[in-house]
T-cell receptor, first 117, second 109 residues
């Protein structure tokens, strides 16, 4: 089974630009979560999508947005980039649990490393 | 509030020494806890979950509800254990996996 795939792996942007990151979950996984990883803050939850609906949202400004398509692929967008947005953005998918909900186990992609200059 | 605390940013030990990575949680309800590990240049992956009560790569973690802790332990550290370790709590209230800030384990030869 192919793992979670994220593209692009690396990208460099300048302040004020916007960026779109893509994530393809493991086949059969319907939940996709996004995290921002930085050395100082660790893993910060951005949002989670399930069946094309945003089910959860973290404490990030409205510049951070996302969506999920019918094939469970997800994208996240950051507009008006700031220097502090430089981070590794991780996508993770989750298998359905026995009762149809999530198991709590996440399968992570390798991440998209964003550098904002 | 639901929270996971990993008090140590860095833990350095020599090969063969015992290791304990601390994790404390705050959660009203029955917690479901995990340890995730990220080796250098590899993706973040699940190491173990408390409901499995298993030992993975020699690591164990016991849930202590009285102390609200889920410390990760290994009796004899190996150099290949050097990695970033994250403790995580699954909240059924919010359907969210909450991570601690992580502890970097360095095992010296």
């Amino acid at each position: 089974k192919a793992g979670v795939t994220q593209t692009p792996r690396y990208l460099i942007k300048t302040r004020g630009q916007q960026v779109t990151l893509s994530c393809s979950p493991i086949s059969g996984h319907r939940s996709v979560s996004w995290y921002q990883q930085t050395p100082g803050q660790g893993l910060q939850f951005l949002f989670e999508y399930f069946s094309e609906t945003q089910r959860n949202k973290g404490n990030f400004p409205g510049r951070f947005s996302g969506r999920q398509f019918s094939n469970s692929r997800s994208e996240m967008n950051v507009s008006t980039l700031e220097l502090g947005d430089s981070a590794l953005y991780l996508c993770a998918s989750s298998p359905p649990g026995l009762a149809g909900g999530d198991t709590g186990e996440l399968f992570f992609g390798e991440g998209s490393r964003l550098t904002v200059l | 509030a639901q929270r996971v605390t990993q008090p140590e940013k860095l833990l350095s030990v020599f090969k063969g020494a015992p290791v304990e990575l601390k994790c404390n949680y705050s959660y009203s309800g029955s917690p479901e806890l995990f340890w995730y590990v990220q080796y250098s240049r590899q993706r973040l992956q699940l190491l173990l979950r408390h409901i499995s009560r298993e030992s993975i790569k020699g690591f164990t973690a016991d849930l202590n509800k009285g102390e609200t802790s889920f410390h990760l332990k290994k009796p004899f550290a190996q150099e290949e254990d050097s990695a970033m370790y994250y403790c995580a709590l699954y909240s059924y209230n919010t359907d969210k996996l909450i991570f601690g800030t992580g502890t970097r384990l360095q095992v010296f030869p």
